[in-house]
């Protein structure tokens, strides 16, 4: 199966599994828990996790899937196996909350790099995609970066962990990047902050996060003419392609700058 077939495959079971996340809104009554103890997930959750993991394993016998709710440790898989990375819902606290900003995102990897990304925002109607060196699209349109020169005119994503003891450092480079840019938006979905990104409505990202709230929106950001990276490098032994400690996502001409404003944030050389 080529990888436009396998991204049509991929489409179509985001697509559904949208309609069912859009129809469990409608009923209401959305069963609610903590998982690792401040983690907000809903029956949904685990429902679209389920039913999207039977599909893959149905259309790509005997390969190997991370999703957040039903997934192996990540250290018991082949990183140069075929691997889907999926988040069921990323977003799920505006999802509880009522909010649009949601997301189902589903990647595909091979030999340790991606290859295929598909992010479906069920309740705005928006669909992004790539396949690795065919450009990236938003409802089969192409998209791009934005044309942002500078840091101060930029529009720049991030968002923070659910451990609120791990905040307070996190403020530091808030703090100096709102005084550098033109402004912050924290939107609650990585996934869709990445494709967001990809098309121009945002200019930047910065945020750490698991490998299935940002596998599908990083390549589709890659493909749409993004800079992507990490403040710092990947330590050894890991998957480069699944580490998402202090990503930076921009449009081309100001990476540098937020990437090295972030550094001496946390440095503390920021004054």
């Known amino acids: 199966m080529t990888p436009h077939e396998r991204l049509a495959e991929a489409t179509r079971i985001a697509h559904e599994a ?9 009923e209401g009554h959305l069963q609610q828990s903590l998982k ?32 957040e709710e039903l ?23 505006n999802f509880a909350h009522g909010h649009h900003y949601v997301a189902v995102s589903i990647a595909w990897m091979e030999r340790g790099r991606l290859q295929l990304g598909v992010v479906h925002a069920p309740f705005l109607g928006e669909t992004f995609s790539a396949v690795a060196g065919h450009g990236a699209h938003l409802n089969d349109r192409p998209i791009a970066v934005s044309e942002v020169r500078s840091l101060e005119n930029a529009l720049i994503a991030t968002g923070f962990p659910y451990d609120r003891d791990a905040r307070a450092p996190l403020m530091r480079r808030l703090h100096a990047v709102l005084e550098n840019c033109r402004d912050i938006r924290r939107d609650g979905s990585a996934a869709l902050d990445l494709c967001n990104v990809a098309c121009g409505r945002l200019d930047g990202y910065y945020e750490s996060c698991s490998p299935w709230d940002f596998a599908a929106g990083l390549l589709i950001a890659r493909e749409a003419g993004a800079r992507t990276g990490h403040v710092y490098d990947c330590p050894e032994g890991l998957t480069q392609a699944l580490y998402g400690e202090n990503m930076v996502v921009t449009c081309a001409d100001i990476y540098a700058t937020l990437r090295d404003l972030i550094e001496q944030a946390d440095s503390g050389r920021y004054r």
């Open 18 to 26: 949208g309609r069912r996340i859009y129809a469990a809104r409608e």
């Open 36 to 67: 690792h103890g401040n983690e907000l997930v809903t029956d949904t959750d685990i429902a679209v996790d389920r039913y999207i993991s039977d599909e893959l394993a149905r259309c790509f016998p005997g390969e190997a899937r991370l999703t």
């Open 71 to 93: 997934s192996p440790e990540r250290h018991e898989l082949d990183e140069n196996a075929p691997l889907w990375v999926v988040d069921p819902i990323d977003g799920t606290v």
